[in-house]
DNA sequence: CACGAGACCTGTTCGC
DNA sequence: TGCGAACAGGTCTCGT
């Protein structure tokens, strides 16, 4: 579920709940959701560590407490939750930190592809993303002048997190369409006026997204209403909000794709 | 370098 | 109603 928004939304509603609390103990329930260290030096590393703050690079919760990062990412179907007061373990609980006031961190993943890292160097784990694209070092000519070093369909490249850090499926297809460019277009066909279009519909989007506190879908919901604003994604056979025409879906890189046929033309 | 396929996982929804 | 197939917010690795 989360992308650069959801993370944004959860990172900013556990801060209040979390910050100044002291890690009594944690409790591992599916190893595999431990990447780094192993799982022994992690509980003993991790206990009598105080959460210092807690923010977001990319689709990373970051942590920071007294000495190591604690570093988190849902990938699709994780959820972190604060609950204050008695915890009752839950089916697809993986990962458990008991804190101090009667507080209990809950890393939930019914899909268990989530990860969770604890390091000293962040860099360590977030070192190859590149930029933050809400951060000052994403500007129209930096996105401009490296479309044009690639040869690659513009929907797999923004989902490059070496590329560009944050987006996912959601936020690519609505981006796209913003910009009214096809996803499978090279981005080294990209015009300066179409990358700064892009690099506008990317803003807009994300801003969107954060403003409406992120997309909750299915299953998992965290409160968010930006579902029920999607131009494109998750619409195909319904009319383009734009135009009117019927909305396409086609497979991108193993990913659902949603585009509007009239208003993105693939030119050749 | 660019791309597709397969893995990793569980749950929900859709078609027959 | 039952049952298999398709699909889901992400990313990694391998082969071409």
Not at 88 to 106: M, Y
Request: with cysteine; proline share 5%; net charge positive.
């Amino acid at each position: 579920m989360p992308e650069l928004p959801e993370v944004e939304t959860i990172a900013r509603n556990l801060r209040p709940a979390l910050v100044g609390k002291a890690i009594l103990e944690a409790d591992l329930c599916w190893k595999r959701t431990l990447a780094k260290p192993s799982a022994a030096k992690f509980k003993r590393d991790i206990r009598g560590q105080e959460i210092r703050e807690i923010s977001r690079r990319a689709k990373f919760l970051v942590i920071q407490l007294s000495t190591d990062f604690l570093i988190i990412h849902l990938r699709m179907s994780g959820d972190l939750l604060a609950i204050i007061g008695g915890y009752a373990p839950a089916k697809h609980d993986r990962f458990i930190l008991k804190l101090s006031e009667d507080t209990t961190l809950v890393f939930h993943d019914p899909r268990k592809f989530g990860r969770v890292w604890l390091v000293k160097n962040p860099d360590e784990v977030l070192g190859n993303l590149g930029p933050e694209p809400l951060g000052s070092d994403f500007s129209a000519g930096w996105l401009y002048e490296n479309l044009q070093r690639r040869k690659r369909q513009l929907k797999p490249l923004l989902l490059d997190q070496a590329f560009i850090a944050g987006i996912g499926n959601i936020y690519v297809d609505e981006s796209l369409h913003m910009a009214k460019l096809h996803p499978l277009m090279r981005s080294n066909r990209v015009s300066e006026a179409q990358a700064e279009d892009l690099w506008r519909a990317v803003q807009a989007v994300l801003e969107e997204g954060i403003r409406r506190n992120g997309a909750s879908i299915d299953w998992v919901y965290r409160g968010g209403d930006f579902q029920n604003h999607f131009r494109v994604y998750g619409r195909g056979g319904k009319t383009c909000p734009v135009c009117g025409t019927i909305i396409d879906r086609i497979t991108v890189g193993q990913r659902g794709t949603h585009f509007c046929p009239a208003c993105q033309v693939l030119e050749r």
